[in-house]
């Protein structure tokens, strides 16, 4: 099974800021990578899908790059409501896990 | 708008079995696949299968093998994830989601139904 891990864990970040959060898988995904945000209580949500396209109705400060094994997610100017925790999820073949997920916190 | 409505939570006893339904409305049933994920308190999310809408073929995590069905029914839009011999590390909240193949991306989810295990 393809292992997929996520860095940080947790991070702390202001309003305004730009952040990243790195995904690596154990082997070539090629760019069967997505994303997703999740709030407490409440659903996953997609924000990206094939490692950089962004999912309709998601903010444009959200983009994902990379391929192979090494992908990134940046949220260009963060907002109050992007605090949340975010997971990576390998699509490439079975079965599709999912990263650790990274806790973004408000500083 | 597409939507996906899941059953509500459950209490149940170790070795019990528990069904959570799942239905969708606002789409075309049979164009789309279903994932089931779960995320135990605290804890991250866990693949644990996928079924076609349209053929009822479904893949099973192997952790889950011999006591995980996923079934379909077209004519209310309804799938279905059913987990037997029931343990306390089951415990979770269990999500459907709506996805455009096995390696697509689910793009809808359910609400969730927390399924508690305890004796």
């Not at chain 1, 305004?16 to 082997?27: E, W």
């Not at chain 1, 396209?53 to 990379?66: C, I």
């Not at chain 1, 949220?75 to 990263?99: H, M, R, V």
């Amino acid at each position: 099974d393809i292992q997929m891990t996520q860095s940080p864990s947790s991070l702390s970040a202001s309003v305004g800021a730009r952040v990243t959060i790195t995904c690596r898988a154990s082997q070539t995904i090629t760019t069967y990578l997505n994303w997703y945000q999740q709030k407490p209580g409440k659903a996953p949500k997609l924000l990206i899908y094939a490692a950089s396209s962004l999912q309709s109705g998601v903010p444009p400060r959200f983009s994902g790059s990379g391929s192979g094994t090494d992908f990134t997610l940046t949220i260009s100017s963060l907002q109050p409501e992007d605090f949340a925790t975010y997971y990576c999820q390998q699509s490439y073949n079975f079965p599709p896990a999912f990263g650790q997920g990274t806790k973004l916190e408000i500083k | 708008q597409v939507q996906l409505v899941q059953s509500g939570a459950e209490v149940k006893k170790p070795g019990a079995s528990v069904k959570v339904s799942c239905k969708a409305s606002g789409y075309t049933f049979t164009t789309y696949d279903f994932s089931w994920v779960r995320q135990a308190p605290g804890q991250g999310l866990e693949w644990m299968g996928w079924i076609s809408a349209y053929s009822g073929n479904a893949k099973y995590a192997q952790k889950f093998q011999g006591r995980l069905t996923m079934t379909t029914d077209t004519s209310t839009s309804t799938v279905y994830m059913d987990l037997g011999s029931l343990r306390s590390d089951d415990t979770a909240v269990y999500y459907c989601a709506r996805a455009p193949s096995v390696a697509g991306a689910p793009d809808y989810w359910g609400q969730g139904t927390l399924v508690t295990v305890s004796s």
